[in-house]
């Protein structure tokens, strides 16, 4: 049997909260009542080569020789299928003859078996039962090898995603800060870490004491600032017609596998903390959960099981949750302060479309018109890239990222960090969570895409470090979050706020304004 197809359980590995690595869909054990996924087999048996080249252009080296597996366990699949056929219709004859001998005069296929003797007929029916039961295991185990090697095969790659590992420019979103060129006579400029340990506004040390390193405490105006991206975010993707789900932070690991969630850190491992069980829940069963490192995970799985109305279709739905990854990496320049961190708040959309390219494109612009329209008006300067196969994890087809340029990281890659990221998945996911709808009255599979609308941690960086003012020791405030901020336009040293009792704010075409 496939080492694929081996549970952490068989391995003899204790269960105990954990960073993963590494874990494939088939090591998350499956309990009864999880989703039944259904793979287009036949299709990769037809397109070998073109999944096998998927698999290396994504850096997937060990699922590439799946594609070839799987053919070569699909005709000892049906070797064993002819040569069940063969018994079964042998021990059928047996059967038969054994029931009534006289219904069986003159058949000339039980001629031979009317010359035997009844015990004679008995012992070669009890053989063959033998000898099909071991067919039966047989054809048992090559299709959930089959089953189990697909499931690991990453999707299919748009014709849009460039190949390699080199990213495209699309685009900019606002003009380059003043400073952009890192002249001697333009201003100071800070990390986010030196101007928020300055102002009071993060506290590493005391989160380094109570969790440790990657953990972080924000402090007054930083965390009513974490509410106000939160907020502004939500409010420009409700203007859009997404609904809003607050969803569970911990979810079931076969469930999370079932998404494709791998993230990778610049290692590339694939790492996700998952919750201990008692020895009493693990003898019953019971499934083993993690803690979702994106409402990704949470917001599929709401339909896990589901069959969706075609008029339903697009289905967008906006979340707010914390997310926990254990990759935040080895310490260093790269990963300081709020850049990578353990644990943090996200404002995530995902979509269910009809099946096809055209619908699920639609969502997919509007889910970059919304990041754009986010970080414009925070005045962030970004580029928007279109992201190269490496860079795809198992679910994306293709994927767009949204980079700010922080000032901290010119030494790192020029300067531009990640912020948002949007994927167009097809019917990955769909097809392992069993979510399924109708197109002509037939069942089909919805496609689906993800985005981030905000990550609150490297915004807050961004903004901390873009927004840093050396004369008057203060950050200022995007005009778009004030309303959120009891009407403050910069904090620090000297912030200037105004008595929030004397500030009003109204909607107007969706956007909370002063009024």
Request: hydrophobic letters at 35%.
């Amino acid at each position: 049997m496939n080492r694929a197809l081996t549970c952490l359980r068989c391995r003899g590995l204790k269960l105990q909260t954990r960073a993963v690595s590494a874990r494939t869909f088939a090591d998350n054990k499956r309990p009864p009542i999880a989703p039944k996924p259904i793979i287009d087999i036949k299709h990769i048996r037809q397109n070998p080569e073109l999944y096998e080249l998927t698999c290396l252009e994504r850096n997937y080296k060990n699922q590439a020789t799946y594609p070839a597996r799987i053919l070569e366990l699909h005709s000892e699949w049906q070797v064993l299928q002819r040569q069940g056929r063969a018994l079964r219709e042998r021990s059928n004859l047996l059967r038969k003859f054994l029931a009534n001998p006289a219904t069986s005069s003159g058949d000339d296929d039980v001629e031979d078996i009317r010359e035997m003797g009844r015990e004679q007929v008995q012992d070669e029916a009890r053989k063959l039962k033998g000898e099909l039961a071991v067919i039966e295991k047989g054809e048992a185990e090559a299709v959930a090898e089959m089953e189990a090697l697909a499931l690991e095969i990453p999707n299919l790659t748009s014709p849009d995603t460039p190949r390699g590992d080199e990213a495209v420019l699309l685009s900019y979103i606002n003009d380059p800060p003043t400073a952009f060129d890192n002249s001697p006579e333009n201003k100071v400029w800070r990390s986010h870490v030196h101007v928020g340990s300055e102002l009071g506004l993060f506290d590493f040390a005391g989160a380094a004491t109570a969790s440790g390193w990657g953990w972080y405490y924000l402090v007054g105006e930083a965390a009513q600032l974490e509410q106000a991206l939160v907020q502004y975010a939500l409010a420009v993707a409700t203007k859009y017609g997404w609904t809003q789900v607050s969803p569970p932070t911990m979810v079931y690991s076969h469930i999370g596998a079932a998404c494709g969630f791998q993230p990778r850190d610049q290692h590339g491992e694939q790492q996700v903390y998952a919750i201990a069980q008692s020895k009493a829940d693990a003898d019953r069963g019971v499934p083993e959960m993690c803690l979702a490192g994106t409402s990704e995970i949470s917001l599929a799985g709401m339909k896990a099981n589901t069959t969706l109305d075609p008029e339903d279709l697009p289905m967008k739905r906006v979340a707010v949750s914390r997310c926990y990854r254990a990759e935040a990496g080895a310490r260093g320049a790269d990963t300081k302060g709020l850049y990578r961190v353990h644990e943090f708040t996200k404002v995530e959309m995902f979509a269910w479309t009809s099946p096809g390219e055209d619908e699920a494109q639609d969502v997919f612009e509007e889910m970059l018109d919304i990041q754009t329209e986010i970080l414009q008006s925070l005045g962030l300067y970004c580029r928007v890239l279109s992201m190269p196969t490496a860079d795809l994890g198992a679910s994306a087809t293709r994927k767009v990222d949204m980079e700010a340029w922080f000032p901290s990281r010119q030494s790192i890659n020029s300067g531009w960090g990640e912020l948002t990221s949007a994927s167009t998945c097809t019917d990955y996911q769909t097809r392992r969570l069993a979510t399924r709808t109708r197109v002509d009255g037939k069942i089909s599979f919805p496609w689906t895409c993800n985005g981030t609308a905000l990550a609150v941690p490297r915004v807050m960086a961004a903004l901390l470090e873009n927004g840093w003012d050396e004369e008057t020791g203060t950050v200022a405030i995007p005009e778009v979050l004030r309303p959120w901020m009891d009407g403050l336009e910069r904090m620090g040293r000297v912030g200037k706020r105004r008595n929030a009792q004397e500030v009003t704010f109204k909607q107007k075409d969706g956007h909370v304004e002063e009024a």
